[in-house]
């Protein structure tokens, strides 16, 4: 029997294990869990980190059990790899291994008052005042100011911060604590890709910036230690106990090595709950002028370089799915929006801008929120449902011409995975509205297979071979454009015009109180503008 290697995959709609044949990349068996996402406040999301841990043993016993009906030795695991929900942050005690919050998930909003005060008080108000360290502008989305909302809002949290036994961590830390003993020797570690997400890392140090810490006021002593994408962390300590967890990667990381993206250049969309589009940029970080993040792709061995990609993020990919059928019951399950949508064909007229949790790249713009505009009396949920999925691909082209405009070297195709790509008819949109063909690898379960691939191929564990001439030839289905440009581009258009109208619509007036801004743990303010970086004199 070949050697196995699993991956655990936390999402934020769902979790999942899958375990793969290391020689052929196969999936041999896997299950998964929905997790709930709880909106306690509007603009707000969480999940409680019991619940993701109860998936994650769940799904890793449902799927041994699968194994055990096909007759496949469990023994034959040879190593955890790990991805998830990025930027989701999560605070929990050591010494009794609670959570002391929910964990706030990446796509909520309660930090608004605090980044637009951040940027009011940055040099000429410019949100990407960080950039030079963290390749990200200061935004909702990144833990760093959720993590200042909980030092600044929850007792437990400051409690446990000042009596020393506080950790925080984001997704990939509490599991990786979690099934590594917990309170009784678990491994406290992230890998790059995730900690250059939380705006407390620098991505050309590799390491934690105490600059950065002082800003936001993080005590750098809850801080995870930050490790390379593929080396052994620790070992299973339950399930699977003494199987080494050797791979982390943060999902859209894990995707891009999934799609087997290693070439400067290449460039994969993942259509989960948002949409991420991520272009390999080799060693150097190219930072952009066209509203892309800069982050850490993949570090695959603790000897290896970082490899760096730009990012294209949306908020709302198929979150807006769930939205229909959970807020407006206009669908009964996911799959059947493409029926709907079929029945339709067209929008007629009717566009839907998704900002439910503000804007995302390109615009950065926390003010916006969600419209659906152009209706008429002719409109129904048929047009609806088109609208939505129409709005997915217009956004992944609105994130593939500013990835354009900064390489300078146009894609001339897209690779794409993730949960919402068995929509056929969203995949044939996609490739009608950028004007290139869509290529959908036949085993869509590429941000495992990266996790996996990953923990295989780590020093000690040694079961899987990165090099190219090993990597199994991927099959795949292509979707040519079948429109002309000429609509293409006029749907576009009309689409950046609706975005436009979504603007300014939900503003805060910055106080100094707001969100509890302001307050130090020491009583002296914090957020004051670090020193910028020295700038070059001329060649």
Known sequence: MDPLVAAIDQGTSSTRFLVFNAKT?????????????????????????????????????????????????????????????????????????????????????????TVESLINKAPGQNKNHLKHKTGLPISTYFSAV?????????????????????????????????????KNGGVHCTDVSNASRTMLFNIHSLDWDPELCRYFDVPMEI??????????????????????????????????????????????????????????????PLMSDHGLLTTVAYKLGKDEPACYALEGSVAIGGAVVRWLKDNLGIVQSSSEIETL?????????????????????????????????????FTNRNHLAFAALEAVCFQTREILDAMNQDSGVPLTQLQVDGGMTSNRLLMQLQADILCIPVVLPTMSETTA???????????GVGVWSLSPSHLPHATSETYEPQINTEESEFRFARWKKAVQRSMNWETTEPSDNANGLGKKMNGAPWGAPPTPPPTRAGP
């Open 341 to 377: 949508a079929a029945a339709a064909g067209t929008s007629y007229g009717c566009y839907f801008v998704p900002a439910f949790s503000g804007l995302y790249a390109p615009y950065w713009e926390p003010s916006a929120r969600g419209i659906i505009c152009g209706l008429t009396q």
């Open 25 to 113: 990349a196969e999936l041999v068996s896997h299950h998964q869990v929905e997790i709930k996402q709880s909106f306690p406040k509007e603009g707000w999301v969480e999940e409680d980190p019991k619940e993701i841990m109860q998936s994650v043993y769940e799904c890793l016993e449902r799927t041994c059990e699968k194994l055990c009906q096909l007759n496949v030795d469990i023994s034959n695991i040879k190593a955890v790899g790990v991805t998830n929900q990025r930027e989701t942050t999560l605070v929990w005690d050591k010494e009794t291994g609670e959570p002391l919050y929910n964990a706030i998930v990446w796509l909520d909003l309660r930090t608004q008052s």
């Open 449 to 459: 297979l990266g996790a996996a691939m990953a923990a295989g191929a780590a020093e």
């Open 223 to 284: 801080l995870p230690q930050v490790r390379s994408s593929s080396e052994i962390y620790g070992c299973m300590s339950s399930s699977l106990a003494g199987v080494p967890i050797s791979g982390c990667l943060g999902d859209q990381s894990a995707a891009l090595v999934g799609q087997m993206c290693f070439q400067e250049g290449q460039a994969k969309n993942t259509y989960g709950t948002g949409c991420f589009l991520l272009r390999n940029t080799g060693t150097k």
């Open 146 to 182: 959720k993590l200042r909302w909980l030092l600044d809002n929850v007792d437990e949290v400051r409690q446990a911060v000042l009596s020393e036994r506080a950790m925080f961590g984001t997704v990939d830390s509490w599991i990786i604590w979690c099934l590594t003993g917990g």
